[in-house]
């Protein structure tokens, strides 16, 4: 039983360069979250989806970046126009979508470097 | 709105040395409680998780927590520590009535010593 999965496990681009992020969550779950973690701090929500839906997107910066989850396929991040403040660890978690007490299961993120 | 507090950064002990990782909430609303641990290089297990019922909950591998709503509390303590237990440790909170998100705190880096 696949646990969530990301892709690229590491990815380096240059300032002005898009980035793009694939999670594709657990067999069964149809709930998908991101999250960022700056260096030495917690993990930051950044938007909630469920197949061709975005629930909940409070934690998006409001420019350059985009989120969806087709109803086939993996769910994307995507990062347009880099900055190095972008660097980052991004986490993607999955559920069955429950409700608040539904248990999330993360991926092993994706470490953006921005040069 | 949620936040979370985990009041110690960094907490070194020695093997087999008993530890509390200190966490406090505040929220409007009713929550839910959860505890992850996140090793090196590697995304959050949830370790335990306190949904309603008995305030203390436990883990498999020997953490407990226990829920103090007039503290708005979800410290984790384990009595004896091991050297494989060294790793981040992350308090989240989500709301019972919202469905999604979880507010995480800012981690605890337990570092345990022969």
């Given at each position: 039983n696949a646990g969530v999965m990301q892709n690229p496990r590491h990815l380096v681009r240059?300032?002005?360069?898009?980035?793009?992020?694939?999670?594709?969550?657990?067999?069964?779950?149809?709930?998908?979250?991101?999250?960022?973690?700056?260096p030495e701090e917690g993990l930051k929500f950044m938007v909630y989806l469920q197949k061709e839906n975005i629930i909940?997107?409070?934690?998006?910066?409001?420019?350059?970046?985009?989120?969806?989850?087709?109803?086939?396929?993996?769910?994307?991040?995507?990062?347009?126009?880099?900055?190095?403040?972008?660097?980052a660890a991004y986490f993607c978690a999955s559920s069955t979508g429950q409700g608040g007490a539904d248990t999330q299961y993360f991926g092993p993120g994706t470490r953006l470097t921005v040069l | 709105?949620?936040?979370?507090?985990?009041?110690?950064?960094?907490?070194?002990?020695?093997?087999?040395?008993?530890?509390?990782?200190?966490?406090?909430?505040?929220?409007?609303?009713?929550?839910?409680?959860f505890w992850y641990v996140q090793y090196p290089n590697q995304?959050?297990?949830?370790?335990?998780?306190?949904?309603?019922?008995?305030?203390?909950?436990?883990?498999i591998n020997g953490f407990e927590a226990e829920f103090n709503k007039s503290q708005t509390?979800?410290?984790?303590?384990?009595?004896?520590?091991?050297?494989?237990?060294?790793a981040e440790y992350f308090c989240a909170v989500s709301d019972r009535t919202n469905a999604g998100k979880s507010t995480f705190g800012d981690g605890t880096t337990l570092t345990v010593k022969p």
């Open positions: 240059r300032r002005g360069q898009e980035a793009r992020l694939r999670c594709s969550p657990m067999k069964g779950h149809s709930h998908v979250y991101w999250y960022r973690q700056l909940d997107e409070s934690g998006m910066p409001k420019e350059r970046f985009s989120a969806e989850f087709p109803k086939e396929g993996p769910s994307i991040l995507r990062i347009q126009q880099v900055v190095r403040g972008d660097s | 709105a949620q936040s979370v507090t985990q009041l110690d950064s960094q907490v070194p002990v020695f093997e087999e040395a008993p530890v509390e990782l200190r966490c406090n909430y505040s929220s409007s609303v009713s929550v839910y409680l995304g959050l297990q949830l370790l335990l998780k306190y949904l309603s019922g008995s305030t203390l909950v436990e883990s509390s979800f410290h984790l303590r384990k009595p004896s520590v091991h050297i494989s237990d060294t």
